[in-house]
């Protein structure tokens, strides 16, 4: 699956003049890879450990790089609760299930039925994304609590 999304964004980004550089080779193959909803940050640094002759590569680039990225529908941008962005390289619909004491980020696919065309006739709003953010605790961190 990493491979046909590889695939797909170097075709998106040649259709736009946009070259696949090494680096954002290397941070969509890493997104794309571990689905972990990264800051730029931990970005960086899953990158500088599976990468380390990799030199060209910076937070500035990273930022730089996503922003284009988000651009052309190669990545979403989370916000969370705490004010830190993240990124998912998952661009299939799908919502969010968030651990409330370790903020683990988990994919859902369970199907939520919303009202999209009435909300759209109703308002007059051209809605093109929805997603949906259920916080919880976690399993590992509800299994810690009940051990402690």
Request: with cysteine; proline share 5%; glycine share 4%.
């Given at each position: 699956?990493?491979?046909?999304?590889?695939?797909?964004?170097?075709?998106?980004?040649?259709?736009?003049?946009?070259?696949?550089?090494?680096?954002?080779?290397?941070?969509?193959?890493?997104?794309?890879?571990?689905?972990?909803?990264?800051?730029?940050?931990?970005?960086?640094?899953?990158?500088?450990?599976?990468?380390?002759?990799?030199?060209?590569?910076?937070?500035?680039?990273?930022?730089?790089?996503?922003?284009?990225?988000?651009?052309?529908?190669?990545?979403?941008?989370?916000?969370?609760?705490?004010?830190?962005?993240?990124?998912?390289?998952?661009?299939?619909?799908?919502?969010?299930?968030?651990?409330?004491?370790?903020?683990?980020?988990?994919?859902?696919?369970?199907?939520?039925?919303?009202?999209?065309?009435?909300?759209?006739?109703?308002?007059g709003f051209a809605v093109d994304d929805v997603y949906i953010e259920i916080r919880g605790i976690c399993p590992s961190c509800k299994e810690n609590a009940s051990t402690n």
């Amino acid at each position: 699956m990493a491979d046909r999304l590889m695939q797909k964004a170097t075709e998106v980004l040649q259709q736009a003049g946009i070259r696949m550089t090494p680096q954002r080779r290397v941070i969509l193959h890493n997104l794309y890879h571990n689905r972990n909803h990264p800051t730029v940050e931990e970005l960086f640094r899953q990158i500088c450990d599976n990468y380390p002759g990799f030199h060209s590569l910076s937070t500035t680039t990273i930022y730089n790089n996503m922003r284009i990225l988000k651009k052309h529908g190669l990545v979403k941008e989370i916000y969370s609760h705490t004010g830190i962005t993240r990124y998912d390289g998952n661009i299939d619909t799908h919502h969010h299930l968030v651990c409330k004491i370790c903020d683990k980020i988990t994919d859902c696919y369970y199907p939520l039925p919303l009202p999209i065309a009435e909300l759209q006739a109703a308002e007059g709003f051209a809605v093109d994304d929805v997603y949906i953010e259920i916080r919880g605790i976690c399993p590992s961190c509800k299994e810690n609590a009940s051990t402690n």
